[in-house]
């Protein structure tokens, strides 16, 4: 197998690209020829990775133009011509090199209002909720995700809009109110219902077309859309 020809963001927002060769192998995946470049050909440059195994969402990159998680894109899937262009995730600051500042995708999880708030105490019952229920499927269509950022570097709407959740937040949000053991369903409502929330989503697709664990922030932005209009009907806000 011939090597590949890699080009890899260097530097900051100013940087460029910088050539290395790298061996080629069966099974070789993005994240394999990051990091063949990091220990054997210069130990300067930055990334980020965790597990490996497509748990931590921590690994995620531009491959090509298209974002991706890379300890689980394999090269042969990807490469064109025998060539890969590695640049950061579009839509975030650049800190170096392959890694970005997730500070502003993670406030954006905060101000949505992405953490779970239940009214149980450790001694009450555990809550009953069927999985067939329509609410927990909603649910658990999107619980799986794992703030790689993936959906957020693919949404046009974040880039002409900074201010916009985006579709990882809006995701979460939606999971939480379908969740029938969470209480601050009005709360939540209220947070994504204005300019920079669920109504800014274009329905463009993109971060469903991307996301590596096949959830549809669509999908769950749609639901958003319906439930924010309903509490508006019935008088809510
Ligand atoms: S569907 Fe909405 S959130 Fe998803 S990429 Fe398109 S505009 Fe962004
Ligand atoms: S919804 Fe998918 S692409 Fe977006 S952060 Fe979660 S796992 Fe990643
Ligand atoms: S290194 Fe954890 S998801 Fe890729």
Known sequence: MS??????WRGGADGRLQRYEVPRYPSQTVLDVVTHIQRKLDPTLAYRYACRVGMCGSCAMTVNGVPRWTCRTHVDKVATHGRLELRPLRNLPVIRDLVTDMRTFFDKWERAGGHFEGASART?????VRPDSPARQAADAGIECIGCGVCYAACDVVSWNPDYLGPAALNRVWTLIADARDVKTVDRLRAVAGDAGCHACHTHTS???R???HISPTASIAG???AVAKAALEGEF
């Open 211 to 213: 996301c590596p664990k």
């Open 124 to 128: 009450d019952e555990f809550a009953h």
């Open 224 to 226: 958003l859309k319906r």
């Open 207 to 209: 971060c469903t077309e």
């Open 3 to 8: 090597g590949l020809q890699v080009s890899v």
